[in-house]
């Protein structure tokens, strides 16, 4: 399938797509400004212990996990666009404040309260995705929100290093202001979409116990269940990038701020230029093999950085130029089959609350990524991390397989004529 023709369906998307996509390449150019920064400068800068930094990012994820079960929830009840603007109004403060932290208590406070207000954001997104786009172009709409995300994670890692090298928590407070933006051009660009429960009256329903009744029944979803534990294994895979890899490039290698950002730019591009191809060529598979082969990718990527180890220095920046660009086809396939797999399995009336489980596995698997990670560093054995991550990964495919069978066809992305074309 051609370039062009693997975009043509994006002709017919809803504006309110569109919309999301651009308020997406903001706020994730923000991100991109402090990843992979953050833990090389409360690491190396502010002298927090590699672990408790990892803490930190794990009482982040916690957070995060916990905004995900309020906005998915609340996406449901109220409404998708004012759950996403809510999100952002409060992840301009908490983003910037990450600027004046001293301390590693100061870290975890910071870390917290960033992950709650931008934790709502995720699953309200989604389920708005989900809603105004056909089953079967639903993978294109979500390869179009990483295209957007990465684009803007491209933009966000080049000025990141810059301002890294000139004024260091100047990136937090970019951040910061990012999100403030967001949140004005989703105020102003997006149409109020009606959320399925939103005629549910307000009382009872809206306390706290029956907002954990309806997650629960999100979670005890068989098929959304599954997906949420293997989530949590692809998540500390993705964590490593944030964490122990920009550590490793920079003691084993030597790397500055400015040329880690500049070969970071790999991971955007490569999304940028292969995602919506990749995923049109896939498109009439069944969506566990295409997560499969994801877990494939991933297990390769963390090779590249076994045999980096010692290598010289051409070779071994080469070879995490490898990892960036095998993880990221990776993550092409994983982002968009599996939010697309858990969009169709669920119900439409409790889709907000459905992604939002996929949302907390994966902070989950986010925030348990870097406490390993760094223990693993701390305690001087980081060599050994690299094996255990490409033997979690070649798991991940095989569970991914195991589950094929549980997932009805309709959900798994085969169609009639998928069907004819691959079983003859």
Known sequence: MSFRASFADLREFDRAVFVVAAARFVNVLGSGIVYPFATLYFYGEVGIAFTLVGTGLFANSVATAGGNVVGGYLADRWGRKPVMVTSMALSAPTLAAYALVTTAPGFIAAATAAGLAAGLFAPASQAMVADLTPDADREQAYGLLKVAS???????????????GIAQTAVFVADGLTSGVVAILLAVALPRVAAA?????????????????EWSRAVTQPTIL???????????????????????????????????????????LVIVVFQMPAVAWVKAWRRTRGLALSAGFWAASFVAIVLAQGAPFLLGVGLVGAFLVLRTVGEILHAPLITALASDAGTVEERGSQLSVLEVAKRLGFGIGPVVGGAFFDYGVEGLLWPALVGMSLLLGVGVLSLERRVPPSANGRGEAADRGLDG
Do not use: C, D, H, K
């Open 150 to 164: 990465n684009a803007g994670f491209g933009s966000g890692f080049v000025v990141g290093g810059v301002l890294y």
């Open 197 to 213: 429960g939103e005629e549910t009256p307000a009382g009872a329903e809206s306390s706290l116990a029956a907002t954990l009744r």
């Open 226 to 268: 599954a997906l949420a534990v293997l989530n949590v294994g692809f998540a500390i895979a993705y964590a490593q990038m944030q964490s122990t890899v920009p550590v490793f490039a920079e003691e084993t290698f030597g790397l500055t701020s400015e040329q880690l950002g500049t070969l970071y730019v790999l991971n955007p």
